[in-house]
């Protein structure tokens, strides 16, 4: 197949040349952009917020917040009084550095406001998407023995209170605030706006974030304030961000781009930050460009491939001639992709590869090399990626392989959430292994293959079959469910379910809906299946366990593979 490739322009000249980033740069000079350089101790919030108040950018703004047609703007210095005001605000009902803090909450400015203000007090933040329903929200507090929740009067109800025993404040935003509730408003009304921040040490917890893989619950991916030292440099060498930029990452917090990307790294670099909140439209969207003169873009293939999806007019009756930057992360981005958006925007889509557990861009199209559509690029300066086969060793040029990544780079997890074996299962030797297969060209561009574990991508998610299996079960018609993701156009892949029926039960496409509904409602409704086959039974390992492999091979008319552990009854 042909590469098509895409030069670099002069748009970028002033980003470093590839090859001596990343033969010079050392993360040792990056950590004395920050105060520990001086004091030894660090916070984050200080230094994405505060730190510019100090220097004089007290006016600048930091925040615009778009919802439909109204715009809230906050500069810096009003970002550091309302994180002040939250921070008194939790201090006050007993909230302590180390404490897990979760942030439950559909993007607002109070979002922003409380997850600083929780930092600055050297809580660990666990921010939650608002479409998680009971159970997904009970298994992360729960894991975490979470002390605080913070909500508003819409989502409370999802917090099974009764069934967490660590849990001991729940924080309330909104005007429907029960007796037994925190009234966050009412209490932040009549806080200080001036606040002592606790300051920590580059190893002390950042922010947890609850990840799926293919086995057992999502797990938690424990950060560190040293996070800041990758994110910060990646902000100004991949996202290229410079003093006048308003910058826009349409990612959620409750995913880690919509911190990593939408909180430390544009505010690290001082810049203008946008976050839209209400639902994606191709109109809502081309606005929010045109309206805040948005410069740099960072949003996902199956955001990109929805837009390349609207019709050409509703483009043209945009002005997006703001834009000089784009980026996407997620999953791969299609060639193709890359062509339209060279076709609308005239622009380059810069492709990114990073995961939760890393913290920080890994590979990516640094903005001075050439671009080959469909390539993740190369590793961002600074870290080391290799492909290596099963047992650990480097393999050589176009062989496809683990893609690993050598330890130690500084927003590496630190842990996975009271799972040491789980945390250590990662690793082989000094390489940490993704869990996705690629390889590495002449050149040293990675191309990435897929993933070597049952983890389903849809819609940029990442969501676990075993999370949506335990739920399916819990359905009183229900016995067995493997759960697989089915290649798809627009969203990479959707969930489909498998399914055999206790005894009694008919496979009518109503069952379909209820049980499709059950984990919409129960679980989040990214989660529930949009596909769901009855079978008589499913194919299961000698020990019980489904095999997956199978459900896939069945689904897309492959060979099954080696069948030697499959229960033959
Ligand atoms: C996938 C996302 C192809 C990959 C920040 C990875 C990608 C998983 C890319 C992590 C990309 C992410 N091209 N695949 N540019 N970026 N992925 O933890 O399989 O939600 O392992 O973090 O997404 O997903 P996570």
Known sequence: MKVEIYKATDQHANMPNYDEAQENLSWDEVEKAFSWYDTGKINMAYETIDRHVHDGYGDKIALHYKLDDDIQSYTFKEMMENSNKAANVLKDIGVKKGDRVFIFMARSPELYFTLLGALKIGAIVGPLF??????????????????????????????????LPDLQHVVVVGDQVDEDQINFRELYQDASDEFDIEWLDKEDGLILHYTSGSTGQPK????????????????????????????????????????????????????????????????????????????????APTAFRMLMGASDDIIEKYDLSSLRHVLSVGEPLNPEVVKWGMDVYKLRIHDTWWMTETGAHMIVNFPSLDIKAGSMGKPLPGVEATIIDDQGNELPPNRMGNLALKKGWPAMMREIWKNKPKYDSYFIGDWYISGDSAYKDEEGYFWFQGRVDDVIMTAGERVGPFEIESKLVEHEAVQEAGVIGKPDPIRGEIVKAFIALREGYEPTDELKEEIRVFVKNGLAAHAAPREIEFKDSLPKTRSGKIMRRVLKAWELDLPAGDLSSMDDN
């Not at 009970?138 to 917090?159: C, F, H, Q, Y």
Request: charged share 25%.
């Open 130 to 163: 608002e479409a998680f329903m009971e159970k997904a929200v009970k298994d992360r507090l729960e894991n975490s023995e979470a002390s605080t929740i913070i909500t508003t009067s819409e989502l409370v109800g999802r917090v099974p209170v009764d069934e």
């Open 220 to 299: 938690g991916v424990l950060h560190v304030q040293e996070a800041m030292v990758q994110q910060y440099i990646s902000g100004k060498y991949v996202l290229d961000l410079k003093e006048d930029d308003i910058y826009w990452c349409t990612a959620d917090p409750g995913w880690v781009t919509g911190t990593s990307y939408g909180i430390f790294a544009p505010w690290l670099n001082r810049t203008t930050n946008v976050v839209v909140g209400g639902r994606f439209s191709p109109e809502s969207w081309y606005d929010a460009l045109e309206k805040l003169k948005v410069t740099v873009w960072y949003s």
